[in-house]
């Protein structure tokens, strides 16, 4: 039996991040986060570029765009807090709908670090607090599809 695993290995990758402007006091912990693992892991500071966009909303058209200039692979962060209007399903689900159908369509792997918490604390934790980084866990995930379609059999 032959068994396949990514490695988390940015030597020679570009990487896109891209980053929800809205709560930003999550969305900046996500983004350090992911941007240190991705350095961590070999990506050189002249092939990681983070791109801001407004919302969660607008991640999977501007993931559309990254995978088309040729991205190795995308990063995407964003946080929907639940509120008292159907507003948080809405934009929750076209984000991370949006974001697995670009991955799909363009085969470049798209890490998901948008955060869909019911409170502000909850994201915190997530974000750099006891839960651990969800950007770094976005950005890791993301090298290793990377990786992973590289060798033979995956």
């Known amino acids: 039996m032959t068994t396949y695993e990514g490695a ?35 990506v050189t500071e002249e ?16 993931a559309r765009r990254a995978a088309a200039r040729g991205y190795a692979a995308i990063v995407a962060l964003g946080c929907v807090i639940r509120g008292e209007t159907a507003h948080f399903d809405h934009v929750s689900r076209a984000a991370t709908d949006g974001l697995a159908r670009v991955q799909l369509d363009s085969g470049v792997p798209v890490g998901l670090g948008v955060l869909t918490p ?16 969800a950007g770094s866990e976005a950005a890791r995930a993301a ?12």
Do not use: K
């Not at 092939?47 to 801001?52: A, P």
């Not at 019911?118 to 980084?133: F, S, Y």
């Open 8 to 42: 988390a290995s940015g030597d020679g990758r570009t990487v896109c991040i891209l980053v929800s402007r809205f709560n930003s006091r999550v969305t900046e912990r996500l983004l350090a986060g992911a941007a240190r693992t991705t350095l961590e892991c070999g």
């Open 47 to 62: 092939n990681l570029d983070i791109v801001y966009v407004p919302g969660a909303w607008e991640l999977p058209l501007a």
């Open 118 to 133: 019911d409170t502000l604390e909850q994201a915190l934790a997530r974000a750099g607090g006891e839960l651990g980084n």
């Open 143 to 154: 090298l290793r599809m990377v990786d992973l379609h590289g060798q033979p059999g995956s």
